[in-house]
Structure formats: structure tokens, C-alpha cells
């Protein structure tokens, strides 16, 4: 009995660290993608589109409502567990509905924000950032040199703003060699 237990022990941790990315998988994140073409699939659609613009109080409210779980279970610390896809999924609605309102109610202030121009490029090359991102802080952070202890605040403050500049680097690249042109040859070929 006691050798069962000291096996269960042994093999547990090692299961948990070889899954600790599971719930960042693609096939597990497809929640936020489904968000992105329900948004594009219900803005197409002038049923949709007035009750949407008629019931905004409502969809704020939701939003609010979504915001408020976020900030409350950002606060606990991330274990992933299995309420990490229901972390992961309330956030992917929360954002979904802040879009649906920015596009929807325009004149407010959300509108006006999300309209400015660093924004609108950081959403334009969101995609490669998104790619690219973790790739480069792990080389960043392989190759900088530590300064003393690893963690102290210049060594982080190099490492993320390096990491910042090379991964908008390739994202921007990204977009004008690949991204930009697809994207071209999509509308060129199919009406939506």
C-alpha cells in the first residue's frame, strides 16, 4: 500500500508539469474563435444588428457583469485546473461583447477609444504578435544576460521591452509579406 502511494505521489507532479500548457492548445482555445465568427456572423445580420442596437443598455450591463467575474477571478491565483477553461472562456465573452459594443455604439467613448490609431495597428498585426510573441520572450530571455539576480527589475524591464520590440518586428513583417496579401486574395476571391 505504502509503495502504491509513494508511485501515485512520484508520477503526479510529472503528469502536471508535462500538461501545464494544456489549456493554452489551440484545440482548447477554439472558444475565442467561435466569439470572432458569432460577432461576424450576427453584425451581418439586420435582424441581429436592431435588436443589438436597440438592447446596448442590456449588452453593457452583460459586459459589466462579465467584467466584474474577470477582475474578481484575476485576483485568485491561475492553477490549471479545470476551472481554467472556464477562465478562459468568460474572458474570450467578456472581450467578445466589449467589441460588439464598440462597433455598435460608436459616439461613446469605447467607440472613440478603440478608434485610435495605435490601437487600430496593434490590432492589425495582433495576429503575428500573437504567433510570435512567446517564442521571442523565451529566446530574449535565454540570451539576455542576467544582471545579478534574474529577476530584479532592470533584467525585466530589458527582457520585456526587447522582447516587445522584436516580436512587432516580426509581426509588422508578418503583415506586409503574408498576412496583408491573403487577406487581399480573400476578398478578391469570395464576397462576404
Not at 435588436?51 to 484575476?74: E, M, N, P, Q
Request: proline share 4%; charged share 10%.
Amino acid at each position: 500500500m505504502s509503495s502504491r502511494r509513494s508511485a501515485t505521489t512520484f508520477f503526479l507532479p510529472r503528469i502536471h508539469i508535462i500538461n501545464a500548457g494544456w489549456a493554452f492548445a489551440t484545440a482548447f482555445r477554439l472558444d475565442g474563435l467561435a466569439w470572432g465568427v458569432i460577432l461576424a456572423l450576427v453584425l451581418r445580420n439586420q435582424t441581429w444588428w436592431l435588436w443589438i442596437t436597440s438592447h446596448s443598455r442590456l449588452l453593457s450591463g452583460a459586459c459589466g457583469f462579465l467584467f466584474l467575474i474577470v477582475a474578481v477571478d484575476s485576483y485568485f491565483p491561475a492553477v490549471l485546473d479545470n476551472r481554467a477553461l472556464d477562465r478562459f472562456t468568460v474572458l474570450a465573452a467578456f472581450f467578445a461583447l466589449l467589441v460588439l459594443l464598440s462597433v455598435s455604439c460608436p459616439p461613446r467613448h469605447l467607440g472613440l477609444a478603440l478608434a485610435l490609431s495605435p490601437l487600430q495597428y496593434l490590432g492589425k498585426v495582433s495576429y503575428g504578435a500573437y504567433i510570435f510573441h512567446q517564442g521571442v520572450h523565451g529566446l530574449v530571455a535565454a540570451l539576455l544576460p542576467s544582471f545579478g539576480r534574474r529577476l530584479n527589475p532592470l533584467w525585466v524591464a530589458s527582457s520585456v521591452l526587447l522582447s516587445a520590440g522584436i516580436t512587432l518586428l516580426l509581426a509588422q513583417l508578418s503583415w506586409r509579406f503574408m498576412e496583408n496579401r491573403l487577406i487581399r486574395r480573400a476578398h478578391a476571391s469570395h464576397t462576404y
